[in-house]
């Protein structure tokens, strides 16, 4: 990502980067700008992927450091060597309520330091999770949500807005995601009107970074067709299943490591009993999904009709309606 020159320092710039006509959004743009040439600190309040980070690197590049030095803090490493390469430019400290108890009293100290500081120096953004972690871990910064705190620093406080707060810029928020993936060689596509309205109606537990993910799975799967509701649907419901498959492999493993137990003497047919365990909640679901068409039921299973009959019949299972329990 990059800024034009002509547009740093101006709230068109900021539009491009954070796009969308919210209320809630327009109102953090318009005190992001305020914040452009502020030393700070400034904390950055939000949610998991409500984009923290891009928002400390807007306020470096619209600002009057756009051409200093802009160093992400790794907290594990030498604060010193790391603040000193910052010079006057911009030093990012994310995810402050993750640091370690010992790394949040060195940051402590550190920008004890930098308030006591005479002549150049950096300009300080720190991300935290939330208000409460705030409060918790501003290492210093006080309970207040702005002003002056205890140690006399002038602490600045930015909401970052959730997509909850946005439902109505999903439309311009997925062309501009869509225009950044194509930059990486994705497939260009773009969002209907009624596909915006489908993601504004989900939840997102983190954020951009979920939606971004949905519209890449989406547009690989699209072949340049503009995505759709259904098509959006579909790559919502990978996104769902992944993670349940990934919870399903750590309960087969449990349930291995128990039947291997003592070299598998308790269950010397382990694979057949485990086929059935599987198959038969898989038989019974698709059924019911296919209104107990064995035909449709096959085909969506990949197997042939007769193959289905005879393991229905194995394992017991009839036909159960859309409807039935």
């Known amino acids: 990502m990059d800024l034009q020159p002509a547009c740093r320092g101006t709230p068109e710039a900021l539009a491009r980067d954070l796009p969308g006509g919210s ?77 370690h108890a010992s790394r949040q009293s060195a940051l402590q100290a550190w920008l004890a330091c930098w308030s006591r500081q005479t002549g150049p120096r950096p300009s300080i953004v720190l991300t935290v999770s939330d208000r409460e972690a705030l409060t918790r871990h501003a290492m210093g910064a006080g309970g207040a949500i702005s002003g002056r705190n205890h140690n006399g620093r002038n602490d ?76 959006l649907a579909a790559a919502r419901r990978e996104d769902v299943l992944i993670p349940m498959a990934q919870r399903l492999a750590e309960v087969l493993g449990s349930y291995l490591d128990c039947a291997l137990e003592d070299g598998g003497v308790v269950a010397p047919d382990l694979h057949e009993r485990l086929i059935e ?30 193959t289905l009959r005879k393991r229905l019949q194995k394992l017991g299972v009839g036909t159960p309606r859309r409807g039935s329990r």
Not at 35 to 43: F, L, Q, T
Not at 293 to 298: F, G, H, I
């Open 23 to 99: 209320a809630a959004i327009r109102n953090f743009r318009e005190r992001l700008m305020t914040c452009v040439d502020a030393e700070g600190p400034i904390w950055l309040m939000g949610e998991t992927g409500v984009g923290k980070a891009r928002a400390g690197w807007l306020l470096h590049r619209l600002g009057c450091r756009a051409q200093k030095p802009f160093v992400v803090l790794d907290v594990t490493l030498d604060l010193e060597g790391q603040i000193a390469a910052a010079a006057d430019g911009t030093v990012l400290v994310a995810g402050v309520e993750a640091c």
């Open 156 to 231: 600045i406080r930015l909401a970052v807005p959730s997509l909850s707060e946005r439902r109505e810029d999903f439309g311009s928020l997925c062309c501009h995601l869509l225009a950044e993936e194509a930059d990486e060689g994705t497939p260009v596509a773009t969002v209907t009107s009624d596909g915006a309205r489908y993601l504004a109606s989900l939840g997102w537990p983190r954020n951009i970074d979920d939606l971004r993910a949905c519209l890449r799975r989406a547009s690989h799967r699209c072949g340049g067709v503009p995505l759709d509701r259904e098509i």
């Open 277 to 306: 365990e599987i198959e038969r909640p898989l038989f019974i679901r698709v059924l019911r999904s296919t209104d107990g068409n064995q035909l449709r039921a096959a085909a969506l299973l990949g197997m042939n009709r007769n």
